[in-house]
């Protein structure tokens, strides 16, 4: 019997960045996010006797293959941590069919490895809790634990290194705030150094370790508030902020990662310009990649579409809040 699960990417407000064990992912600090309604990614997995990855729009790679095995081996062990030995057949024919262009920022493997998560949960019928799904997803990819949950989701970090020390959770569903994601996409080149890699890199900048002491002094508390109280302007404030302070973190670590662009620059630049002279509850924030996402309210959302729409030579997505991992 084969299981399919449709899985949507989310987009940090308060972003991760940086491990305190890059094996298995768990992250230097708590994070906030919104999930997406579209682009979405279908996967489907079944029991094989050998793992079979295969995917419709991307080619998939030997690190590929080897990242999904190792997610596997991880999945195991935990599952096994909590008495469900052997539950995971011997391997899985992974099949997934993905609306979303890779390796761009748009944070494809959130969308990938949340998916997988929940069929893998689905298949071997364990009464796991969301959180307890959100611990397997992020052993393939850290901010998957958030595409688990509808609306907005978030990661919480406990102390030490156990492999459910950092859990996703949801701070409301998607029905609480109805913020919408204009992604502007400059490029649709994949990027050279993917976020696995950035992540293990993340503590060589002399930045990182104020970074982690702003999200836990403040930085988290005031998102995670200003989603439950739906002030925009405050969300715009704590998000801008973060979003830049990682970068600068990207920018400093060794080696360096430069993911903005030219035209990512231009475009928060007009953006801030349209904000001020207009007065539209829009901001802006980037992950690992050029591409623009611009939240705003159901009454700017008409005005930064038609500014996203007229960029020249950019893809163009437009998102609202969506309902997280689910079966179809
Ligand atoms: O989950 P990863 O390993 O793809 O890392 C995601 C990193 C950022 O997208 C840059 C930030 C985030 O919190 O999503």
Redesign the pocket.
């Known amino acids: 019997m084969s299981v399919t699960v449709r899985s949507t990417p989310n987009i ?1 407000l308060i ?3 940086g491990n305190k064990n890059n094996e298995l992912r768990l992250c230097a600090a708590g ?1 906030t ?1 919104m999930t997406l309604n579209t682009p979405s990614v279908d996967v489907t997995i079944d029991h094989a006797e050998t793992l079979a990855v295969t995917s419709r729009n991307k080619e998939m790679k030997e690190r590929d293959i080897a990242r999904f095995e190792k997610t596997l081996q991880l999945t195991k062990n935990y599952l096994s941590s909590l008495g469900y030995d052997d539950a995971l057949p011997a391997s899985l024919n992974i099949s997934i069919e993905s609306g979303i262009p890779p390796s761009i920022g748009l ?1 494809s ?2 969308a990938v490895f949340s998916a997988l998560a929940k069929a893998i949960s689905e298949l071997i019928d364990a009464d796991l809790t969301d959180e307890q799904i959100s611990v397997m997803a992020r052993l393939g ?4 634990a958030r595409s688990i949950f509808g609306g907005f989701g978030a990661i919480r970090t406990a102390d030490g290194e156990g492999i459910d020390s950092s859990v996703g959770w949801q701070i409301a569903d998607e029905h609480h705030w109805p913020l919408h994601d204009i992604i502007i996409v400059p490029s649709t080149d994949e990027k050279k150094i993917g ?2 890699e950035g ?1 293990a890199k993340a503590q060589s900048s002399p930045h990182f370790a104020d970074r982690i002491k702003a999200i836990e002094k403040y930085r988290l508390q005031d998102c995670i508030d200003a989603i439950l109280q739906k002030d925009f302007e405050k969300l715009q404030a704590v998000a801008e902020e973060d979003c830049m302070d ?1 970068h600068e973190c990207m920018q400093t670590q060794n080696p360096a990662l430069h993911y903005l662009s030219e035209e990512t620059f231009r475009i928060i630049g007009e953006v801030k310009e349209l904000r001020e002279s207009e007065h539209l509850p829009v901001l802006y924030t980037m ?2 990649g050029p591409t623009v996402h611009l939240f705003c309210t159901n009454e700017a959302r008409e005005r930064v579409a038609a500014f996203a729409h007229a960029q020249a030579s950019c893809t163009i997505f437009e998102a609202t809040v969506g309902p997280g991992s689910h079966i179809v």
């Open positions: 940090a972003k991760y960045w994070s996010s944070a493997s959130s990819s850290g901010s998957a976020s696995t992540h990682m992950d690992a």
